[in-house]
């Protein structure tokens, strides 16, 4: 068993470090290699050995912005508290985090982020997000799920089964503000991120409205 587990290592290990080495030809040139050929041939490796992770550069990107993602996961899970926080808290924490993994990779995801056509004041539907997508949206889920269990998100008409949606594209807005952000520490980016969440929560949350749509049935009902 030990010999497997180690083996495993070995072989995410390796993953790992061809996606740094990318990383690094990016940031380097500007634009990814030329041929998987050329890249391994950098790397010294043969180009079989890309593949035994990787089928292209796309899906290479695909599985760094994923990997963000699983980082950020990881960390805030690490923490006993976080199973303690409310959904809101859960969001808000996921966001901080997620901040803090990019920070180390700052460089790299400016350059991307940059090189993508802008919608507004968040980042295009790109390809490359994809896994991150899938990914952050099955957890967008898990979240809704828990808020509606304990009241803390109503379903509305409409909108209700849009939630995740929502999520995703404030997660992009928040990569995107971050990117552009020259405040110290990224001030402006934990302002942007507390609105942005409470925001949707108001929207996802009970709130005025729904008080009053409560009496209302209620005065009905008392006829």
Do not use: C
Not at 74 to 81: E, F, H, L, Y
């Amino acid at each position: 068993m030990a010999a497997t587990t180690n083996k495993e290592k070995k072989t995410a290990d390796q993953g790992e470090k061809l996606k740094e080495a990318y990383i690094d030809y990016l940031l380097e040139h500007g634009q990814a290699p030329p041929s998987v050929y050329q890249f391994m041939k950098m790397q010294k490796k043969k180009e079989s050995v890309f593949y035994d992770y990787f089928n292209s550069f796309s899906a290479l990107e695909k599985e760094i912005w994923k990997g963000f993602f699983d980082e950020t996961i990881t960390r805030i899970q690490s923490d006993a508290v976080y199973m303690e926080y409310s959904v809101r808290e859960k969001l808000l924490a996921f966001y901080y985090t997620m901040m803090e993994v990019l920070k180390n990779n700052r460089s790299y995801v400016m350059l991307r982020v940059n090189q993508m056509p802008t919608q507004g004041r968040r980042m295009p539907s790109n390809e490359v997000f994809s896994r991150l997508k899938e990914a952050f949206v099955d957890f967008a889920n898990e979240l809704i799920a828990e808020g509606k269990e304990i009241g803390e998100i109503v379903n509305r008409p409409i909108i209700g089964n849009r939630y995740d949606e929502g999520l995703w594209r404030q997660l992009q807005f928040v990569i995107y503000f971050w990117v552009k952000d020259d405040s110290p520490n990224f001030e402006r980016t934990d302002e942007a991120i507390e609105k942005a969440v409470n925001l949707s929560f108001d929207i996802m949350g009970r709130g005025p409205i729904d008080a009053a749509v409560d009496f209302a049935k209620f005065l009905y009902q008392q006829r």
